[in-house]
């Protein structure tokens, strides 16, 4: 027998409890909340308060708790066909826009294609965010707002949908809740808190989103193409 030859000890697995999460691990987990969501899985309330957890979460122990009563997401596309809205596929996971203003003002208006994540922070300053023109590639948009001594403003189209969940402290947070007749309209998810500042989301009147029956006709037909 060959003493020298001895058997090969396996690898203990990676403790999950104390492997620091990486940033890729907290979008993960957020995209799965924000699937849920979409499908009715969670409230706004429980999704605002798992999706707070997960930016606070040190390890990736601390995270899968947060999904693991959850399903994870299909890899297939969305199905469009029959839908007025036209969606794409989902966006792959990625970074979130950013709008700051810290003794100053942010403006995003106009025609523009509205990501899947926004992130809003006023420090004496002013935040406006209008979606009224805007071109949603997603069905689920989530802003997360945060003012401090300063003013985050949101104006949304009359004819999509509008969730949201915070808290003002010597502040005010304000969503006005909207349920569009079509369930397939875009929903808007506001989240965040105002200290000593202000958090306003509610829809622009006489604003709708006009243009669906031709994104639709246009996504068909460049998929037609294929």
């Known amino acids: 027998m060959d003493l020298d030859k001895q058997p090969q000890q396996p690898t203990a697995p990676a403790d999950t409890d104390v492997i620091r999460a990486s940033d890729a691990d907290r979008d993960r987990i957020a995209d799965i909340l924000r699937e849920a969501l979409a499908e009715g899985r969670l409230t706004p309330e429980e999704h605002a308060e798992r999706v707070d957890s ?33 969606y ?8 979130a826009d950013n709008l700051v203003a810290i003794f100053s003002s942010s403006t995003r208006r106009g025609r523009w294609r509205v990501g899947a ?15 009224t023109e805007a071109l949603f590639g997603q069905r689920l948009t989530v802003i997360n707002a945060t003012s401090v001594f300063g003013s ?37 998810v506001v989240n965040g808190y105002s200290v000593f500042g202000s958090v306003e989301a509610k829809p622009k009147r006489g604003k709708f989103i006009t243009d669906l029956q031709d994104r639709l006709r246009k996504h068909l037909d460049k998929h037609l193409d294929r």
């Open 152 to 188: 985050v403003e949101i104006r949304v189209p009359e004819n999509i949908s509008m969730r949201g969940s915070g808290t003002g402290i010597f502040g005010s947070f304000e969503v006005r809740t909207l349920e569009s007749a079509d369930p397939e309209a875009p929903v808007v």
């Open 117 to 131: 994540r926004t992130n809003a922070f006023s420090l004496f300053g002013s935040v406006e965010i209008d979606l």
């Open 88 to 95: 794409g596929p989902e966006p792959a996971a990625g970074p």
């Open 54 to 86: 997960v930016y606070r979460a040190k390890t990736v122990g601390e995270l899968e708790p947060l999904v693991r009563d959850l399903p994870a997401p299909g890899g297939a596309p969305r199905a469009t066909v029959g839908t007025p809205y036209g």
